[in-house]
Nanobody, 126 residues
């Protein structure tokens, strides 16, 4: 089992920044890919970004490209999501996820991830 705990959510004005962090513990040696997803009220949970466990390869949704940066802190065993130029449409609960398989072409699929955190709320006011 892998345990994931998110932190760093909050309320920010449009144009502002937030940094989310996901702490991983447990059998993390079995993890190949870490991802961030988000779910807005009344919408499906959607892919935001992912990174390989080594930190060498990153993936982004079109909505995140150029504004968000995902990174791995190997020493702290965390995965961070730096979010800049936030807009009201970024308001959602953000979830950290971990996958055992190397998701080369499936990194954006919710069902490809085996473990999930409890989520952290991000609210962007206009």
């Amino acid at each position: 089992q892998v345990q994931l705990v998110e932190s760093g959510g909050g309320v920010v004005q449009a144009g502002g920044s937030l940094r989310l962090s996901c702490a991983a513990s447990g059998r993390t040696f079995s993890t190949a890919v870490m991802g961030w997803f988000r779910q807005a009220p009344g919408k499906e949970r959607e892919f935001v970004a992912a990174v390989t466990w080594s930190g060498s390869i990153t993936y982004y949704a079109d909505s995140a490209k150029g504004r968000f940066t995902i990174s791995r802190d190997i020493a702290k065993n965390t995965v961070d999501l730096q979010m800049n130029s936030l807009q009201p449409e970024d308001t959602a609960v953000y979830y950290c996820a971990a996958a055992r398989a190397p998701l080369v072409t499936r990194h954006y699929l919710r069902d490809a991830y085996n473990y999930w955190g409890q989520g952290t709320q991000v609210t962007v006011s206009s």
